[in-house]
Structure formats: C-alpha cells, structure tokens
C-alpha cells in the first residue's frame, strides 16, 4: 500500500514499503502515460536516466505491460549520458539496451543514444540537433510557454547529494538557460565527461517522475521534498519544477524516512 500526498505546488510524493508495489505501480503510469500520448499524438517521446532506475523500469519488460505498451510508438532518449564507448560498462545507454530496450520490440531506428566518437561538447552539441530535428517533426512536442522540447515523460534518479541528469549542486550548468543539452567535463562523481538535459528542458516536459529508493538518499529527498525554507542548499533535485507539467515522487520506505509524513495520508 502506498502513502500518497499531493502537495499545494502540484506535486505528488508517493512512499512505497516494498519495492516490487514501487516498480509496478511506476510501470502502471508509464503505460498509462504512453496509451495516452499515442492516443493524443500518435507516438511516446520518453527520456529517461541511468543507475538503478534501468532495474525498476525493467518490470515493463514483464507481462502484461509487454503485450498491451505500444512499443512501435516509443522514441527514447537519455536525459544525461556518460561520454564513453556505447559498449562500455558505464554506459548509459548499455546499462538501458541490457536492461530494458533488448527486452522489449522497440524500433532500433527510434533509440537515439549519443554520438560516442566525438568530444563531450560535440557530443552535445550533436544530441541537440538530433532533438531540433524532431521537435520540428513534432515526433517530440513543443512547449507552448517557450522553444523548448516538451517530452511526454522525463524520468529520473536522484543522487545522495540530490543531483539530477548530470546537473550537480553548485555546478554552473544549473544556470544553463540557452542550450537544450549542455556538456560536463568535471563532474564529481566518475567518469567525469557527460551530456546532459538542461533544467529548462526537464522542466518544460509535460510529466517528469522521480524515482528513489534507498535510505542513503532519505536526506537529499528531505531536502528535495519538504519546505525547508532558505538556510538550507537548493539541491538540483528541488529545482526539478514543472512549468505546467506534473511532477510524481516515486520512493521506498528508506528514501523517504526524513520526509515530514505529516503531509501524507493512504
């Protein structure tokens, strides 16, 4: 049984005491997110992170989802991407072709992973053209209150230091208004070359889900979640805001143990 609560900015934080109620109801609202976007415009533009959250969305693979998801209309992309060979062990994009995409009848023409060849700038230099190419085909909608792209669903994982994609706390990619996808060569957490969504491009999808299991994120989840107020670091997971999207926490028991439960009820 979950603890669910919606919150007064539009959020929703749904708490999980076991993982296996988290991993199905999270594949019940992919589904159902894509029967609704295929339905609307034909076609399901999802991006989606690395980590654990490959493991979690692998419960998509399982019946029934395998059968009745319109897998022929799926278009993948990654929110953030390590700038490594596609068959390295750190790859984003092979930890998803491993743990999802070989599982499932998507179209291989439709999985747009990053150019590995080139540098981390040219990288993302590469990936943002690839997304204006199909903004313009409208295969990724355009959001009404600004150029960017508007996913139909933008999935995360969130670090014990609360970064999202490969924006982390303090780094001036935070303040990346411009580009769509921006490059890190310094990121603090290894290897430390990355492409990455900026926030205005997570924040103009029209449903963003963050996905956190694990007490040793209880602590950046609290900080993410609650109203802190000002004494305290805005954590990159709290900037996550959607303009005119909704916004779904999805999280275990342990992640959510220094949440104020106050604010929740079944």
Not at 58 to 74: N, Q, R
Not at 224 to 245: E, F, R
Request: proline fraction near 6%; aromatic fraction near 8%; charge should be negative.
């Amino acid at each position: 049984m979950a603890l669910s609560g919606a919150k007064k900015d539009g959020r929703e934080v749904k708490i999980y005491e076991y993982l296996d109620e988290l991993r199905t109801d999270l594949a019940d609202y992919i589904s159902e997110l894509s029967e609704a976007s295929v339905k609307e415009r034909g076609v399901f533009a999802i991006a989606i992170s690395g980590g654990s959250l490959i493991s979690i969305i692998g419960k998509l693979c399982e019946a029934p989802y395998s059968k009745t998801v319109d897998w022929s209309k799926w278009y993948i992309f990654w929110v953030d991407e390590r700038v490594l060979a596609k068959n390295h062990a750190d790859s984003n994009y092979k930890l998803a072709k491993d743990g999802f995409l070989s599982k499932v009848p998507i179209v291989p023409s439709h999985v747009h992973s990053i150019n590995d060849t080139v540098s981390a700038e040219k990288a993302a230099e590469d990936y943002e053209f690839v997304i204006r190419q199909l903004v313009r085909t409208r295969v990724i909608n355009v959001s009404d209150v600004s150029d960017c792209p508007k996913f139909d669903l933008i999935l995360l994982g969130m670090g014990p230091d609360g970064h999202i994609a490969s924006l982390f706390p303090d780094h001036s990619t935070l303040d990346e208004k411009d580009e769509w996808v921006t490059f890190v060569t310094d990121s603090p957490k290894p290897p430390p070359e990355r492409i990455t969504f900026t926030l205005p491009v997570i924040n103009s999808a029209s449903n963003v889900a963050v996905v956190v299991t694990g007490s040793s994120k209880a602590e950046a989840a609290h900080l993410a979640i609650d109203d802190v107020g000002p004494d305290y670091p805005s954590l990159p997971a709290k900037m996550v805001q959607p303009t005119k999207g909704k916004l779904v926490w999805y999280l275990d028991n342990a992640a959510a143990s220094k949440l104020d439960c106050t604010k929740f009820s079944d």
